[in-house]
Antibody, heavy 120, light 111 residues
Framework: EVQLMESGGDLVQPGGSLRLSCAAS????????LTWVRQAPGKGLEWVSS????????YYADSVKGRFTISRDNSDNSLYLQMNSLRADDTAVYYC?????????????WGQGTLVSVSS | NFMLTQPHSVSESPGKTVTISCTRS????????VQWYQQRPGSAPATMIY?????ASGVPDRFSGSIDRSSNSASLSISRLKTEDEADYYC??????????FGGGTTLTVL
């Protein structure tokens, strides 16, 4: 059974940094693309960033480009999101999603999410 | 980049059939696959349909997906509606640069 477990969410001040993690199990991690999707309170789903299976290709939404960095450790079955220069509108639940293929643009499994609150 | 537009809300009675649309703003709806996700209140999203019309594992056959090139849209149909189908539903696709696009979501009320 595929399991994705996010962690690292917290209350942080504007301008601060945070690193989210997603621990994966139940599948051959190195073969699949992975994505971070967020959901602001009362709002819809918003794509944040994706990484391909090998970790060589990364993609970002315009709203986070230059501030967030996605990475993965295929030896540790972990996905990360380094978030810098955080703003109030980054407040959201952040989900880790597993792609159906190496590119990861179709999702077949989701984690339960971790809450990031940006406020002074 | 393109946008995916969904109705904000739909409602229907138990036992009936409801269809949720997802219209692509530019480029052909057939140029990249469409997925559908269900999100019940307080829960993470769950995959219902992938590659336009393929049911995800464990999804009942009451759920079906399709695309219509003439209207440049995708649709999710749910037949024999149950109260447990009440949820938000999101369509999703991607562009040639692997940038992911979500629709704004549709709230389904079964009353």
């Amino acid at each position: 059974e595929v399991q994705l477990m996010e962690s690292g969410g917290d209350l942080v001040q504007p301008g601060g940094s945070l690193r989210l993690s997603c621990a994966a199990s139940g599948f051959t991690f190195r073969n699949f693309g992975l994505t971070w999707v967020r959901q602001a309170p009362g709002k819809g789903l918003e794509w944040v960033s994706s990484v391909n299976a090998g970790g060589s290709q990364t993609y970002y939404a315009d709203s986070v480009k230059g501030r967030f960095t996605i990475s993965r450790d295929n030896s540790d079955n972990s996905l990360y999101l380094q978030m810098n220069s955080l703003r109030a509108d980054d407040t959201a639940v952040y989900y880790c999603a597993k792609g159906r293929w190496s590119s990861g643009v179709q999702f077949d499994s989701w984690g339960q999410g971790t809450l990031v609150s940006v406020s002074s | 980049n393109f946008m995916l537009t969904q109705p904000h809300s739909v409602s229907e009675s138990p036992g009936k059939t409801v269809t949720i649309s997802c219209t692509r703003s530019s480029g052909s709806i057939a140029s990249s696959f469409v997925q559908w996700y269900q999100q019940r209140p307080g829960s993470a999203p769950a995959t219902m349909i992938y590659e336009d019309n393929q049911r995800a594992s464990g999804v009942p056959d009451r759920f079906s997906g399709s695309i219509d090139r003439s209207s440049n849209s995708a649709s999710l149909s749910i037949s024999r509606l149950k109260t447990e189908d009440e949820a938000d539903y999101y369509c999703q696709s991607y562009d040639t640069n692997n940038r992911v696009v979500f629709g704004g979501g549709t709230t389904l009320t079964v009353l």
